[in-house]
Each structure stands twice: as structure tokens, then as C-alpha cells.
């Protein structure tokens, strides 16, 4: 029973088009995460969250937009999609986003762009 | 930023030998140090993880070292199995960071 889910498990996409990944964790953590996974990178970081608030943002593109409705959500838009952006994107969450602590991370949702 | 090295990138190993995987970072204000096990089209899973109060940790098979001088770290699995064949992340963080630094992952290998 995974407490952390995205949707979907895996998407195909067009070049230049918008995708939404979904992630919603039911750990009852405060913060969350973004990172990001492929061959060239595995594992790279690119936003966290706590309490709801921006905490930091490693991703040069503004082409990613996390979107959190509420607080056990956060969500990844990315527009203009390109073939470089092929990937695994894992969601991830732990108690209070201090850095020092258990990381959970979801199943990810694997993206390709055509 | 935190940067955290990981070597080798591919091991091998006889099956009930040991397997021992090297991390480095840069930060020294870095605290906790996890390891991370990840099957294929698995996500990662956390196996065992030291903060810097400690020298050694030991959860059953899993060993980790944390060096603060050498600001090295490292991971030892005794008596490897099939079933710990996948591959490993190591990663350091501060109090200040907010965030898991990873390393470029190694691919471990059982042999029978």
C-alpha cells in the first residue's frame, strides 16, 4: 500500500506540449520533493517544499512549475516539453524538510517525449 | 552546493563475499549520510543511514563507516546474496541544506 502516489506511472508526450505529474503522500510529512532521474543524472534534485512554501529551486528551467494545493500535494507542470526531458520523476517527502532527515520517495512516473 | 562523489560506478562480486561501495562529499557542515537501494523500475528505497555523532553503523549485513576528517563514507554488505544485487545511492545533507545531495549511484552485481 504505497503512501506516497503518483499518477501516472508512465506518460508519453509530444514535443512542445504540457504534462502535469501528480504526486500526493499520505505520511503526514510537511515537506516535499522533486527529483529527478536518468541515465546522464541520476537522482538530481530539483525542488523542495515546506509547509506549502518554495524552500529551494534547482532546476535552471522555468519550464517546471510545482503546483502545491494542499499540503500533502505537490505537483509538477512542465510546459514546452522537450526530448531532453525524458525521464524518471520521482516525488518524494519527509517529516519537516530540514535536510537531516528520512527521505521517502513515491514509485516515480516515467516520461517520454517523442 | 553539496557535492557528493560515489565510487565504483559498477561492481562485481562473488556471491557471500563482501561489497564495499565509497562515498565523498565537500560540505562540511554535512550531517546525515543515507544509503539508498533501488531495484530495476523500482523507486529507492532507504537501507540504513549514520549521522555525523556516529563512526559506525550495523543493520544486520549492512555496515557503514563515516569518515568527518576525510569527509568520506562508505557502505559494506557481508556475505552478499543474489537479492542485493541492484543498485546503490549514497547521500549527505545538512541542517541548513534542506535537501538530499546524491551520489552517481554503483551498480552491484552478485555472481553465484
Known amino acids: 500500500d504505497p503512501k506516497i502516489i503518483q499518477k501516472p506511472k508512465y506518460l508519453v508526450a509530444v514535443t512542445g506540449s504540457e504534462k502535469i505529474l501528480i504526486c500526493e503522500q499520505y505520511l503526514g510529512h510537511n515537506a516535499m520533493y522533486w527529483y529527478r532521474q536518468s541515465a546522464k543524472k541520476p537522482l538530481e534534485f530539483m525542488f523542495s517544499?515546506?509547509?506549502?512554501?518554495?524552500?529551494d529551486n534547482q532546476t535552471a528551467s522555468s519550464r517546471f512549475q510545482p503546483q502545491s494545493s494542499k499540503k500533502n500535494h505537490l505537483d509538477l507542470q512542465i510546459t514546452a516539453l522537450k526530448p531532453d526531458d525524458s525521464a524518471t520523476y520521482f516525488c518524494?517527502?519527509?517529516?519537516?524538510?530540514?535536510?537531516?532527515?528520512?527521505?521517502?520517495f513515491g514509485h516515480g512516473t516515467k516520461l517520454s517525449v517523442l | 552546493g553539496e557535492q557528493v562523489e560515489q565510487l565504483p560506478s559498477i561492481l562485481r562480486v562473488q556471491e557471500g563475499s563482501s561489497a564495499s561501495i565509497n562515498c565523498s562529499y565537500e560540505d562540511s557542515a554535512s550531517n546525515y549520510f543515507p544509503w539508498y537501494k533501488q531495484e530495476p523500475g523500482e523507486n529507492p528505497k532507504l537501507i540504513i543511514d549514520?549521522?555525523?555523532?556516529?563512526e559506525r553503523k550495523q543493520i544486520q549485513e549492512l555496515i557503514v563507516l563515516l569518515d568527518k576528517k576525510a569527509k568520506r563514507f562508505s557502505l559494506h554488505i557481508t556475505d552478499t546474496q543474489p537479492g542485493d544485487s541492484a543498485m546503490y545511492f549514497c547521500a549527505a545533507s545538512s541542517y541548513n541544506q534542506g535537501k538530499l545531495i546524491f551520489g552517481q549511484g554503483t551498480k552491484l552485481s552478485i555472481k553465484p
Open positions: 518524494a517527502s519527509s517529516q519537516e524538510g530540514t535536510g537531516s532527515e528520512r527521505l521517502f
Open positions: 517544499y515546506s509547509y506549502q512554501k518554495l524552500m
Open positions: 549514520i549521522r555525523s555523532n556516529m
